[in-house]
């Protein structure tokens, strides 16, 4: 469903993604585990192009992320939502209208010049997708006023009203309560089983990444560690990617 | 660890204490220097604030009471004025929001397009009020409407450079995750881009207001040029007051 391949990328002189390999696989919620710096939140955004990564393949749903330009980027692009690490809703629109902004790709521009105009039937999508993460009492109200755990499964409800084969989420829980964070990754792997979606989650939980993944994923220094079913991953293992700090002064 | 951070070798390398003394010394003195300069430059003597206060007073005094009969014509002015502000800004404010997404480094569609962009809202801010206000007289002849162009140009100028900083200040956060949905360029800004800044946007360019001062005072427009007419003779009408003025800052200057 994604599948990366041979990723590259270096700031400067330091590199960053040092030839990754990774595939996300329909119904599966694949943890991504690795220390700060490690690469994970550049992988996700070399992935769908945000940042131009230096080499290697990325293929979504069958389209070849790194070839694609202009209009065609922006089709194959639609395949895959984001969940970013802050919540980045348009926190001066309602929940139900950010749920829709998730579908914009496929509006007509003129369908798109104000959130009145957006079709009936669109809007009815949004809220079945905020009803399916359980936010519908919410749907009018400003998404600046929801809380951070409420704030992320509207984004969620937005990848769904997308209809993305694919989500990626950077860090979805850093900054939420472990009450809310579990019910986020709950979600997750909810929706994954549910819609058959590839989903990819970057997180620094350890214990949340055993409970919810089908797949964990160690990074280190821009390589993958180790890549398989929580349950064959031991705790040493884990523990070897966060390597004591040794540029403290 | 933090023990070793301190040896005598790494306080060795900062300048030794009497040369940043010494430094210390020479910016204050220069900062002295000018300072004296600009007083003496300015031919500041605060005494002639006092001998001088007389005059000033005597000025204030010949204001009152006001030439009634210039007063509906002064009013028409100031309408027309208000006008011209009102049209002129409402004009830079669509331009400036069609501009700024193309000058901001952050979202602009291609290169060419910001420099052309950053160019265009260059020569608005360059051009003075009163020239393109003279190159609109000449264009659209001699009209209220030529100050409307001339505080146009000049407001995009400024609005649009404020507007392209806010977008370049703004966290993109929002915006990728737009981007990434598959969305078009004209729906993130629309959605993403405007919610954002809307409140930063509007207050900008009610910041802008004192373009209403500009208007009044850009001199080739008949706007501008009327009102500054109607009060210079509001004035002056209450007595030979310019060659008082004069005749008082030259015996003054005598001394």
């Known amino acids: 469903m994604l599948e990366i391949t041979g990723l590259r990328k270096s700031f400067g002189t330091r590199e960053v993604l040092a030839g990754l390999d990774i595939a996300v696989a329909p119904g599966e919620l694949t943890v991504v585990l690795g220390a700060n710096g490690s690469g994970k939140s550049t992988l996700l955004r070399c992935a769908m192009r945000l940042i131009e990564p230096d080499g290697g393949e990325v293929s979504l749903c069958g389209a070849d992320l790194r070839r694609v330009r202009g209009e065609q980027l922006r089709l194959a692009r639609r395949q895959a939502a984001m969940v970013f690490q802050q919540v980045l809703l348009v926190r001066r629109r309602s929940a139900l209208e950010n749920v829709a902004f998730g579908a914009l790709g496929e509006l007509p521009l003129y369908r798109s010049l104000s959130t009145r105009l957006f079709p009936e039937a669109l809007r009815a999508r949004a809220y079945e997708s905020l009803e399916r993460v359980g936010l519908a009492k919410f749907a009018h109200q400003r998404a600046g006023t929801l809380s951070g755990g409420q704030a992320q499964r509207v984004a969620v409800a937005r990848a769904l009203c997308q209809r993305a084969r694919v989500i990626l989420a950077d860090e979805p829980v850093a900054s939420l309560d472990p009450r809310a964070a579990d019910s986020v990754l709950a979600l997750l792997a909810d929706v994954a089983k549910s819609e058959n979606l590839g989903v990819l989650v970057v997180l620094h939980q350890p214990e949340l990444a055993r409970r919810y993944a089908d797949r964990l994923v160690g990074f280190f220094d821009g390589r993958v560690n180790f890549d398989r079913a929580p349950s064959q991953v031991s705790d040493d293992e884990v523990e070897a990617l966060y390597p004591p700090d040794d540029d403290e002064h | ?255």
Not at chain 2, 162 to 176: N, S
């Open chain 2, 1 to 255: 660890m933090t023990s070793t951070d301190l040896t005598p070798r790494r306080l060795g390398t900062r300048p030794t204490p009497w040369l940043r003394t010494a430094g210390t010394l020479a910016a204050s003195a220069a900062v002295v220097a000018l300072y004296v300069h600009a007083w003496f430059d300015t031919d500041v003597d605060l005494s002639e604030l006092v001998t001088g206060f007389h005059n000033m007073a005597r000025i204030i005094g010949q204001m009152f009471p006001p030439n009634w009969s210039v007063l509906s014509a002064s009013v028409r002015a100031a309408i027309v004025t208000f006008d011209t502000a009102l049209l002129g800004t409402t004009a830079a404010f669509v331009i400036s929001i069609i501009l700024a997404p193309l000058a901001a480094r952050n979202i602009t569609p291609h290169p060419v397009l910001y420099e052309l962009a950053r160019a265009l809202m260059g020569i608005a801010r360059t051009i003075p009020l009163w020239v393109s206000g003279l190159l609109f007289l000449v264009t659209v002849g001699i009209s209220p409407f030529a100050g409307v162009l001339a505080l146009a140009v000049e407001t995009v100028g400024v609005l649009a450079k404020l507007y392209a900083e806010a977008i370049e200040a703004m966290d993109m956060g929002p915006v990728d995750a737009m981007r990434v949905s598959g969305a078009r360029r004209t729906q993130v800004f629309l959605h993403s881009v405007l919610p954002s800044l809307t409140p930063t946007f509007v207050g900008l360019v009610i910041y802008r207001r004192t373009v209403l001062r500009s208007a009044s005072l850009s001199p080739p427009t008949p706007v501008g040029g009327r009102i500054a007419c109607r009060a210079a003779r509001f004035v002056a009408r209450r007595a030979d007051l310019m060659p008082g003025v004069v005749g008082e800052s030259l015996r003054g200057r005598g001394r």
